[in-house]
């Protein structure tokens, strides 16, 4: 489903949302890679950046595909933006489950996108939710477009300093 009115990105733009929700199988998650690097090659990231966001998303939705319950689907949104590509994926979770931040595959996932964070949440607290209290376990990552890195808050940066030599 494409959300063409999109909500407003901090850039002031509006920005283009999809979502995608698939089985929790490990059939249908080439798909969401597929989709992932259609978007990328469409946004104009150069090659090793689309092959990088195929990789983290593939990764997120296997981390995700074992806590999820039963046979409850993976949801995937993502928010095309000025500045890159914004992804949030989740799945309904048994109560108290976490979302594993730790081992080899975690390593990965954050080397290979510029921002990424993982947590519990509900489905009234996530894109593309029931609305209900139903705990769901979150990754959310981003994908910044060369030269669209924002600033870290309260840091300098952006600010055309000289020191005189």
């Not at 990965?108 to 769901?136: C, E, F, H, N, Y």
Request: glycine share 8%.
């Amino acid at each position: 489903m494409v959300d063409s009115r999109g909500a407003l990105a901090q850039d002031g733009r509006r920005a283009e949302r999809l979502e995608l929700r698939v089985p929790t199988t490990a059939t249908q998650l080439p798909a969401v890679r597929a989709m992932a690097a259609d978007l990328a090659i469409r946004m104009d990231y150069d090659l090793d950046a689309v092959e990088d966001l195929r990789l983290a998303v593939d990764e997120a939705c296997a981390t995700l595909a074992q806590i999820a319950t039963g046979d409850a689907p993976l949801t995937v949104i993502f928010e095309t933006t000025r500045a890159g590509l914004h992804i949030e994926a989740w799945v309904p979770t048994p109560e108290g489950a976490e979302v594993p931040r730790d081992g080899f595959g975690w390593a990965i996932l954050a080397t290979l996108v510029d921002a990424v964070d993982a947590r519990r949440s509900t489905q009234a607290d996530v894109p593309a939710g029931d609305g209900s209290d139903t705990p769901v376990g979150l990754i959310a990552m981003d994908k910044y477009l060369p030269g669209q890195r924002p600033a870290p808050v309260g840091s300098d940066a952006g600010q055309n300093l000289s020191v005189a030599r």
